[in-house]
């Protein structure tokens, strides 16, 4: 059988396949390489236009963000400047201290951190732990620490625990002319009082510091530095001294009357300048823990009162004044006195008198200042009210004084005659009161009150007052009212041993103001000067709601008149 041969023809066609695979093969390989390459080719270009990108358009930017981390421009407080007293004693002043912040996300051991500053910071460790929770960037911890507990913060240098200078508000006599300075927050900016009525003047200028720091927050240098400007020094009129004993003298005449406050001016008449000014009970700023809304009013500008007896100084001035009546003007009065649907009473019982302008005053008459009002007429009681100040701001540099309350002519009523002009139905502020009580001080001249002596080296320009009385017309009434502070008359107790001294005593209903209607609930006040020949202080007292006994204004307040009195008088060396 003949044995088979292989085809030479498939074999060569074999071989012609197999070398077309490996050479597709290769072009495949061939292609791949390419796009490998070609891909290659084009993520060096992404990265390399992402870094020109970085290193142009972004350099800038990035280079900014890197210096941030390292680099640290902060404010540098300025020193507030100073309130003073005339007599040159610190009401409030800025003491050199060290703030304490943080930067939580570089304090890795929150809580031992916490434990180790709590105290030095004058926080508990929970709420130090508390501000340095999270990955923020800044934390206040104490605005003020003093330069023991900074030492010891230094040497803990601890991560993320930054110290800078700062300064600290300080007020160096407590609760002295506590709410007449106010207080500062704790960043330096004023609040209340003076402190926030002078803020421009004390507040100073800022400076800057610019540190390099490593990146733990420790500053490694100082690149520029900005000095601040400290602020203005404020000095006041205020006679540190008369300020304290006034303050001494209220508390211990609000408490012995169980009284809700007291509160008094001192004032100097020919100028206007208020030598003390205070009301208690007060508070400590120093101590932000005692201060409640009801102690932090400075209550003879910002409250206002019925005045009672003090205002009968208006009707009978501007009746002396108009030529209305005379000191010994003779009027007889009736045990009461009848208008319409009301009737008016003495404070105390009394058969029908005959007294003059002189007794009316002396005896704080109420039946004999209407009567004397009814021959002036109501429209000219209207406008002494005016000329003497009240309705109206006194303009005393100080923030939130209010104008009282002061009915216009138009809205009398028939009955208004009978109680306007005894001080009712009326509202004033107690520096409204010694300010008019100041005019016949100061022979008929109204100078208004202020409190700044001298901002910086600048002396303020006080209005010298109008004169809306003659001096023959205020020393008539001078006269009336030295014989209120006598033996025959309702003042006898502001009497100053060896002095002259004018004033008049004020007792008034306090009004409901819920009902709208008078209860028994009372002010007592007491308004004079003192010598009165030459009168060198006026000062006003009101004692509100005393409850322990008597509530007249001759038995409460003219007490404190007179301690206040002979102490300033002394104090000054001005002669009897």
């Known amino acids: ?59 800038g930017e990035l280079t900014e963000k890197a210096r941030a981390q390292h680099e640290v ?42 434990d180790k500053i709590a105290t030095a910071v004058e926080l508990s460790p929970d709420e130090v732990a508390r501000r340095l929770q999270g990955d923020g960037g ?23 625990i ?43 200028t800022p400076g800057k510091r610019h540190e390099a720091r490593d990146p733990s927050g420790a500053t490694l240098r100082i690149l520029d530095d900005t000095e601040p400007v400290a602020g203005k020094t404020v000095t006041l009129s205020i006679d540190s001294a008369i300020q304290q004993k006034v303050e001494t003298v209220l508390e211990g005449v609000r408490l012995a009357n169980n009284a809700k406050a007291a509160s008094a001016i001192v004032m100097r008449p020919k100028d206007g300048a208020i030598l003390a000014m205070a009301t208690v009970p007060g508070y ?55 208008l319409y649907d009301r009737t008016l009473h003495e404070s105390h019982d009394r058969g029908s008198v005959a007294w003059t302008t002189q007794e009316i005053l002396q005896n704080s008459s109420n039946i004999g200042t209407v009567m004397i009002a009814q021959k002036m007429g109501a429209t000219k009681v209207q406008d002494w009210i005016e000329k003497f100040g009240f309705g109206a701001k006194t303009g005393i540099d100080y923030p939130g004084e209010v104008g009282g309350i002061v009915l216009p002519r138009d809205q009398w009523s028939g009955t208004s005659i009978l109680n306007i002009p005894i001080g009712q139905g009326v509202a004033v502020t107690l520096a409204q009161i010694a300010e008019a ?12 009150p202020h409190l700044i002596q001298r901002v910086g080296n600048t002396v303020p320009t006080h209005p010298r007052g109008q ?102 008088l002394q104090h000054l060396h001005i002669a009897p």
Do not use: C
Not at 80 to 92: F, H, K, Q, T, Y
Not at 437 to 448: E, H, L, S, T, W
Not at 467 to 481: D, H, S, W
């Open 437 to 448: 009580y100041g005019a016949i001080a100061n022979g008929g001249r109204m100078v208004p």
């Open 138 to 160: 800044y934390a206040m911890l104490n605005t003020g620490v003093d330069q023991q507990r900074a030492a010891y913060l230094r040497k803990l240098d601890l991560p993320g």
């Open 162 to 204: 930054t110290l800078s200078d700062a300064q600290k508000r300080l007020y160096p006599l407590g609760t002295v002319g506590s709410q007449m300075i106010g207080m500062t927050d704790d960043y330096g900016a004023g609040l209340t009082g003076l402190e926030k009525a002078m803020d421009g003047q004390l507040k100073g």
């Open 73 to 114: 421009i902060h404010e540098v407080q300025a020193p507030r400047g100073a309130i003073v007293s005339a007599d040159g004693r610190e009401l409030a002043v800025d003491k050199h201290m060290t703030a304490v912040t943080a930067t939580p996300y570089l304090v890795k051991d929150k809580q031992g951190t916490a």
């Open 284 to 338: 400590d700023p120093n101590k932000p823990e005692t201060i409640t809304p009801d102690t932090e009013r400075m209550r003879p500008i910002t409250d206002t009162y019925e005045p009672g007896s003090t205002f009968k100084l208006v009707t009978i001035a501007g009746a002396i004044q108009d030529g209305t009546v005379t000191r010994n003007t003779m009027f007889d009065l009736p045990p009461t006195l009848t």
């Open 1 to 59: 059988m003949p044995v088979s041969r292989p085809d030479k023809r498939r074999g060569r066609a074999s071989k012609g396949r197999a070398k077309e695979a490996r050479a597709a093969a290769d072009r495949t390989g061939s292609r791949r390489v390419r796009y490998l390459s070609i891909g290659t080719l084009l993520v060096l270009a992404v990265f390399g236009a992402r870094a020109g990108w970085i290193a142009t358009v972004q350099a």
């Open 467 to 568: 004169q809306i009385l003659t001096p023959a017309a205020a020393e008539q009434v001078n006269i009336m009212l030295q014989k209120v502070v006598s033996d025959d008359g309702t003042g006898k107790e502001a009497k100053i041993p060896g002095y002259t001294v004018g004033g008049k005593t004020g007792t008034a209903n306090k009004i409901d103001p819920k009902t709208g209607k008078y209860i028994e609930s009372y002010v007592a006040s007491f308004v004079g000067y003192a010598p009165a020949t030459h009168p060198g202080i006026v000062v006003a007292v009101m004692v509100d709601e005393p409850t322990n006994g008597s509530y007249y204004g001759g038995q409460v307040a003219a007490p404190a008149f007179e301690q206040i009195g002979e102490f300033a």
